[in-house]
């Protein structure tokens, strides 16, 4: 499917996002849940040959949500050099970079979807950690007992350069059987190096040393529990 002037321009939850862009089908709703957070994963496992531009923790969600979309074949798999191809079933109502809004697939400014915003600049391949958050995502809780596979949790440092952090939420690993709710993020850049992707348990998160880190309501550097707007209404 490819962008055109006939597409409806309502916005159930005026939130940027257009109705045709939501997944509908709650079966795709759950593909994409499920392959955005194995992708995710399995940078941690084997960073794909693309992974110079997974530099920090926006980079991780863009490159995840984006291939999640991809249609998901042995040749994807080997460009990716992913550690195996799982058994998830494809989403359906359209493919990376073939989707209503081509390959420009993040929202980066706020406002309800408008006619024209597909040719004004309010969809960009690139968006930052807040931009993620602002325009991409919707609040769900700041309790993370609420969090779902594929959900986001956001941190605001405000003693950080990059001050936005993003964590993603797997509930379980879909690629070594850990059987108990984790996260994966990449630091961004640490000195002069180039950072990593780490994949801590959501129990070791919560008492990590940096009470900042703590994803608790408690936290006032810990914004909440984010997910896709493309998933609102089937959550």
């Not at 941690?44 to 979309?69: H, M």
């Not at 191809?85 to 359906?92: A, N, Y």
């Not at 941190?155 to 964590?167: D, G, N």
Request: charge should be negative; hydrophobic fraction near 35%; aromatic fraction near 12%.
């Amino acid at each position: 499917m490819t962008a055109s002037s006939s597409l409806s321009t309502i916005d159930s939850y005026e939130d940027g996002t257009p109705d045709f862009l939501r997944l509908s089908d709650p079966s795709d709703a759950e593909a994409f849940r499920r392959w955005f957070a194995f992708l995710a994963e399995s940078q941690y496992f084997s960073p794909s040959k693309v992974s110079g531009e997974v530099g920090d923790c926006a980079a991780l969600v863009r490159f995840a949500g984006r291939e999640a979309l991809r249609k998901h074949d042995g040749r994807w798999a080997a460009d990716l050099n992913l550690p195996r191809l799982p058994s998830i079933p494809e989403v359906h109502q359209y493919q990376y970079p073939h989707t209503p809004v081509g390959a420009a697939m993040f929202r980066t400014r706020g406002g309800a979807y408008a006619e024209g915003d597909l040719h004004d600049g309010s969809y960009m391949e690139f968006a930052d950690a807040d931009s993620l958050r602002q325009f991409n995502m919707h609040f769900v809780s700041r309790r993370v007992e609420d969090a779902r596979m594929g959900d986001v949790l956001f941190f605001r440092q405000s003693s950080q350069q990059s001050p936005f952090h993003a964590m993603i939420y797997l509930e379980r690993s879909q690629i070594d059987g850990t059987d108990e709710p984790l996260v994966v993020y990449h630091t961004g850049p640490i000195g002069d190096g180039a950072g990593e992707v780490r994949r801590p348990s959501l129990r070791e998160l919560l008492s990590y040393p940096d009470a900042r880190w703590r994803p608790l309501p408690q936290n006032r550097s810990f914004i909440g529990v984010y997910r896709w707007n493309i998933l609102r209404g089937t959550d």
